[in-house]
């Protein structure tokens, strides 16, 4: 069966204190690997998507990486309006919507 | 742009019920997801609907249904609700296209069941 897993499940930070959050996966012919931040009350927005081992994208103080079984989301010098749910997603075969998400993890930034 | 709009916010149904929950796509977008967020089970997929047509189906009952219109629109139905159908119900536009995976959600609609 089709596994996500995100760690830790709960991060808190100081601020400017850099991290990584984990996604690992047993997907079998992976086909792309979706990060998503969501914010409380809020629809989840979408970051990155990477489609191959050693791909890395970034964007402001995020950078995603991939390898063949997880993926990492880097936060540098995090700032507190990074507090937010990472949410790692994978795509089933069949359909890149039928997706299969990670539980997430709640980053908390104190000033 | 607009982005994904989906309404009603909030809605308050009693168990038994049927609701019927609206979502608008990104103007261009021809793909309508939707997703169902309960802090148990967190994201799940529900269904995708690409050209009125239902190209994917989640693991869910029957009760839950939807449809798309010609002008990409999508409602998602729920009929005799339970409480454990209290969820944030979510919908995600895509272009549609074969090389463009991304997928933007809307801000959701919460379904309280009592």
């Known amino acids: 069966e089709d596994q996500v897993t995100q760690s830790p499940e709960a991060l808190r930070l100081q601020e400017g204190e850099s991290s990584s959050l984990n996604c690992s996966y047993t997907v079998s012919g992976l086909r792309g690997l979706f990060w998503y931040r969501q914010d409380p009350g809020k629809g989840p927005e979408f970051l990155f998507t990477l489609y191959s081992a050693g791909e890395e994208k970034e964007k402001e103080r995020l950078k995603a990486t991939l390898t063949k079984k997880e993926s990492f989301l880097h936060i540098t010098a995090p700032k507190p309006e990074d507090s937010a749910t990472y949410l790692c997603?994978?795509?089933?075969?069949?359909?890149?919507?039928?997706?299969?998400f990670g539980t997430g993890t709640k980053l908390q930034v104190i000033p | 742009k607009a982005g994904v709009t989906q309404t009603p916010r909030y809605l308050i149904k009693t168990r038994g019920q049927q609701v019927t929950l609206s979502c608008s796509p990104i103007s261009g977008h021809r793909s309508v997801s939707w997703y169902q967020q309960t802090p148990g089970q967190g994201l799940q997929f529900l269904f995708e609907?690409?050209?009125?047509?239902?190209?994917n189906k989640g693991n869910f009952p029957g009760r839950f249904s939807g449809r798309q219109f010609s002008n990409s629109r999508s409602e998602m139905n729920v009929s005799t609700l339970e409480l454990g159908d209290s969820a944030l119900y979510l919908c995600a536009s895509r272009a549609g296209g074969s090389s463009t995976y991304e997928q933007y959600f809307g801000p959701g609609t919460r379904l309280t069941v009592t």
């Open positions: 609907y690409f050209s009125e047509t239902q190209r």
């Open positions: 997603a994978v795509p089933k075969p069949g359909g890149y919507q039928k997706v299969t």
